[in-house]
């Protein structure tokens, strides 16, 4: 039996999180990369959002990354509209209510999230803004990750998410991996670093 194998894409705005779909999209299978049969993304990152995305052809790694006894931490680098206030960083650390896909409510759990600058060396994607636009950038690190929960979680406290990059699961970070860009890590690796 072949070994399994791991990687990790800093997956470019736009782009859905998957192989095949019915829609006329860009998909994983159009990157310059030969990813061996039965690659799989564990996870999804929606189409507006980019980062760090993990691949595998190893089925078990969702349910140990996603359904484990320990959550795994993810960090997010977000752009909103306007200035962001020290109330509503504590607001959003707190944990804020916001509705479900089902339509249901919760309040999301407590994490950590920081006002930081733009990185200078950050790629850029999609239409440039206007230099008159305000905008501040935040990073967010969450253990759970409910549908579209970062943007819901900025739009609750009124601020439209204007880019959303995750640029770490766990000890996977980004780093200087531009958009498109593959890494295969070895299985060892792989696990120590996701501390499965």
Request: positive net charge; aromatic residues 6%.
């Amino acid at each position: 039996m072949k070994p399994h194998r791991y990687f990790v894409l800093n997956k470019p705005i736009q782009m859905v999180s998957q192989f095949v779909s019915s829609h006329s999209v860009p998909l994983l299978g159009s990157l310059s990369f030969n990813f061996p049969e039965g690659t799989h993304a564990i996870g999804r990152l929606d189409q507006h959002s980019e980062g760090v995305l993990l691949l595998t052809t190893n089925k078990k790694i969702t349910k140990l990354l996603f359904q484990g006894a320990v959550p795994h931490k993810r960090t997010y680098l977000v752009q909103v509209k306007n200035t962001v206030s020290a109330e509503t960083v504590i607001k959003l650390s707190n944990g804020i209510e916001i509705t479900a896909s089902n339509g249901t409510v919760f309040t999301t759990t407590p994490c950590d999230v920081k006002l930081v600058q733009k990185p200078p060396n950050l790629f850029e994607a999609g239409k440039p803004l206007h230099k008159n636009v305000m905008t501040t950038w935040l990073q967010i690190t969450l253990t759970e990750g409910k549908f579209h929960q970062v943007r819901k979680m900025v739009a609750a406290v009124n601020h439209r998410c204007l880019r959303l990059i995750r640029i770490s699961i766990e000890d996977i970070v980004i780093g200087n991996m531009q958009p498109g860009e593959v890494v295969e890590l070895d299985e060892h690796d792989f696990f120590a670093l996701l501390k499965l």
